[in-house]
């Protein structure tokens, strides 16, 4: 069973900086594109910013402050959050396109959700 693992998340104060990780938990044979989104209580999950082969693509809030990278050999993700802002609190989320096995089809994951707190 492969799950998607976030980690990083915490309280942080305003101006702050956090870097959060996502990688699969089991063993699979490729990942495709992985992205980050957040999720605020009554809002819809909204995304973040994602990255694939060639490049990534951020929401406009995050353009200025938050990175993400990719470390392929370990299908690891990370987003480098700088500059916290108490709007920037939610949960975090990992999402990714994984193939199984080299016979699977891809199916898409999400991880279970890092908390990120912005507060004085």
């Known amino acids: 069973q492969v799950e998607l693992v976030e980690s990083g998340g915490g309280l942080v104060q305003p101006g702050g900086s956090l870097r959060l990780s996502c990688a699969p938990s089991?063993?699979?044979?490729?990942?495709?594109?992985m992205g980050w989104y957040r999720q605020t209580p009554g809002k819809q999950r909204t995304l973040v910013g994602f990255?694939?082969?060639?490049?990534?693509r951020y929401a406009d809030f995050a353009k200025d402050r938050f990175i993400i990278t990719r470390q392929r050999a370990e299908n690891t993700m990370y987003l480098q959050m700088d500059n916290l802002q108490p709007e920037d609190t939610a949960i975090y989320y990992c999402?990714?396109?994984?193939?199984?096995?080299?016979?699977?089809?891809?199916?898409?994951?999400w991880g279970q959700g890092t908390q990120v707190i912005v507060s004085s």
């Open positions: 999402n990714a396109w994984v193939w199984v096995t080299e016979m699977s089809d891809a199916r898409e994951y």
């Open positions: 089991g063993s699979v044979w490729s990942v495709g594109q």
């Open positions: 990255i694939t082969s060639t490049g990534t």
